[in-house]
């Protein structure tokens, strides 16, 4: 480490410091030269809003470095309740200051945030080139193994990017729901009649269940879809939802979600998309995704590419966004690194 690196004074990254927040938004701005151009830009409100209002089921640490006054890196770890891990969701050295060392002190400043909060592993996720695609930088694998890092064992998982002016999924019709079924939108927020049935479907995909949620298994199932709104609203998000009711029962058999920023008008994420196994094979998750997509173009008709990721080994749903035109661009590969505990 250079003496620079040294010296740096590392300041938590809180939403009431103003200076430090507008000091982490400028890295972060400074660092999306470097994004592959089908990305989304950073979006200022999401980012100000995302240090207030952390993911369902975790907690955020983050600092800004500062050399001499000026802000030239920050790290900012993502802490899962209840799991030994912190993911590390940004690690940035401003772009006049990069190859002096301050990486390297930022990697050893994330290990200590991740020790002083009990964890024993430091993880993130690199994209990495896909053979015949784009071009990716392998700077980011090369310095992380200059680090300790190591690639994990864990399954992989792919990118992909639907660019609505070069392929429409929508230039015919929204298909018709199948007998015995219909289509139900909402936006941002769920219709409570729902809310349970999107937290119990949310929570079959494998996602965590905070202990925090209480003992009820009602109250437990819907903080699920209500801590999800929380965050969305917070950091500015709108999100576009349709679902499918089977007509027999009124039960919600699946549903489909995708989010925007304020600041990016033509790029739209993709989120999640899930259908009750008792109710598969009906082709619902193709038809939920494009009704969606019509959803969104009706308030968002400046959208333009839709983003989407999944792991790889779930071939059924990156199969299902291929035969909409989505196009894989990158796989992110999953990297650790060994943390102490403090004490």
């Known amino acids: 480490m250079n003496d620079a690196a040294a010296d740096l004074r590392f300041v938590p990254l809180d939403a009431g410091d103003t200076a430090t927040l507008d000091a982490w938004l400028r890295l972060t701005e400074d660092g999306a030269d470097g994004v592959p151009l089908s990305a989304a830009p950073p979006c200022e409100a999401d980012l100000a809003g995302s240090v207030r209002f952390a993911p369902p089921g975790t907690a955020l640490a ?23 891990v912190a993911v590390v969701d940004q690690l940035l050295t401003a772009s006049k200051e990069r190859r002096q060392g301050i990486g390297t002190a930022l990697v050893g400043r994330a290990r200590a945030l991740a020790g002083e909060h009990g964890r024993t592993l430091l993880v993130a996720d690199l994209v990495q080139a896909l053979p015949g695609g784009p071009a990716r930088d392998e700077g980011p694998a090369a310095f992380a193994a200059a680090v300790g ?32 079924y219909r289509l139900q939108r909402w936006g941002t927020i769920t219709p409570d009649g729902f809310a349970v049935a999107v937290s119990e479907l949310g929570q079959s995909l494998g996602e965590s269940r905070p202990e925090t949620w209480g003992e009820g298994p009602e109250a437990i199932r819907t903080s699920h879809v209500r801590l999800y709104e929380r965050m969305r609203v917070g950091r500015g998000r709108r999100a576009y939802h349709v679902g499918v009711v089977h007509e027999e029962t009124s039960e919600l058999a699946g549903f489909t979600s995708a989010s925007k920023t304020t600041g990016n008008p033509e790029h739209l994420l993709q989120g ?59 796989r992110f590969v999953s990297w650790e690194a060994p943390v102490v505990p403090a004490g």
């Open 62 to 84: 983050g600092e800004v470095a500062f050399l001499d006054g000026e802000a030239v890196g920050a790290v900012r770890l993502v802490l899962p309740d209840g799991a030994p």
């Open 149 to 180: 890092a190591t690639p994990s064992d864990g399954p992989e998982g792919v990118h992909q990017w639907l660019d609505l002016s070069r392929h429409d999924p929508l230039a015919g019709v929204v298909p018709e729901a199948p007998a015995g």
């Open 272 to 330: 999640m998309t899930v259908v009750a196994a008792g109710h598969r094979g009906h082709g619902l998750g193709l038809l939920m995704k494009l009704a969606n997509l019509a959803h969104v173009r009706e308030y968002e008709p400046l959208v333009r590419l839709v983003e989407t990721a999944n792991a790889d080994d779930n071939r059924p749903m990156i199969a299902l966004n291929e035969a909409m035109g989505f196009v894989p661009q990158e």
